[in-house]
């Protein structure tokens, strides 16, 4: 009989909503995934949870998975006189019989389970229900346990990945985002999307980053997952989406997107939008301003003045200047060589085939019209009032990160972060990038 198993996208998720409800609640704590025969998939201990906390966890999923249900569960039947009193002792250091511990459910089939321990019993068990995932099936990789460390290996057994102790460090090699996207007619043109499975809280909107796609999010996309329902959107022109001239602009772009967010039943929505959608975002939202609960951006050319050398030379180019060129190949060198981690291959070939041949070369008239539309923009900053959240790279040599101080500065409701990253924050600093969002989208967004 078929059942399904845990893989790293859902303990991922699992782990990545544990923490942003502990976090959300004041704690810290340990959480442990196991799959159904009892092997550690990934843990987490977040700065501050005791050490002790992570064998407590480990005991309570453990727990859950044996019995096929909550750690609480038994709490009744261990007291004295109780008929199970003595199973305390009988298993010592297997079963820790307290709250926190619960059976993840694929397909109505417990495939493991998840522990979570550093609060009191009331907040460990809140964590564990707030992040056991009930999901579909995901791709199943082989995961190998070992003390406070997590080895992500392949099916050869090949090492392919690790995340640090503390705080959950994500680098790996598997892909994280589903596979296969789908397609939908927007105004006549075809345009790639991917959906999460949940469709309960304020919708995410995600688009992607230039010259990369959808899939540059796929380090963050379980964390981003956990705070509600996510599309994630390739705009015309870029990734895998059909394009056309009339688009290349930020501002014709900025009144697509909003046409996208028709189209897709989304009223209002938190729009993630680094590099080029930054631009497209802010001109949507000082026309649209009701259509945005808040905008997460960076990395995305402001000010002509402000731009770094590789870009301007884009933005003062011409057609002919690139002429013949083979942009797939050039995209697929510059994100493997620039990239401060381990990208998929198969994301790789995703990033070549968006801007192959003069795909690319078409593309940047995008960047292109920032001659014009810069200077548009900058007058309508201080009219947005939209929460923003500017995320830039410190050592980004194509958007250096005062622009994003040129954006804090101009709009009334804007945060800047500056993060140890280069241009591709999301792939480059995923970890913090992606606790960012969540802190910023669970809350932080409404005391700007």
Known sequence: MYVPEVSLAVA??????????????????AIVVLDRGGEQIAMARMDGAWPGAFDLAFGKAETARSFHASSAAFVPMIQPGAGLFTVGNACAGKYVILPGGLPIELEGHVAGAVGVSGGSGEQDALIARSNCPRARKNVTTRHWPQSQRLFVRNDEGDRVGVS???R?????????????ASFVDIDGLKIRLVRSPSDTGLPVLITAPWPESIYAFNLV????CALGPVTAVDLPGFGMSESRPDLMSPETMGQFL??????????????VAPDVGTLAALFAASNNPERFESIVGGSGGISLELLGEPLRQIVESSRDDFAGSDGGEQVYQLAKT??????PEVILEDYRASSKGQRWNEVADFVRAYRRDLPRLAELLPTIATPTLVVSGKDDPYVP?????FLNHRMPHCRAEVIEAGHFVWEDAAETYGKLISEWITGSYRDI
Do not use: C, F, Y
Not at 221 to 224: E, S
């Open 12 to 29: 991922m998720a699992a782990i990545m909503a544990a923490e942003t409800k502990a976090t959300e609640i004041g704690v810290r704590v």
């Open 164 to 166: 640090a102790s503390k």
């Open 168 to 180: 959950i460090s994500v680098m790996t090699t598997e892909l994280l985002m589903p596979r296969t």
């Open 221 to 224: 996309w379980p964390r981003i």
């Open 258 to 271: 909003i046409r996208t967010m028709d189209e897709l039943g989304i009223e209002r929505a938190h729009v």
């Open 338 to 343: 620039m990239a401060r981690g381990p990208i």
């Open 401 to 405: 990160p005062s622009n994003g101080q």
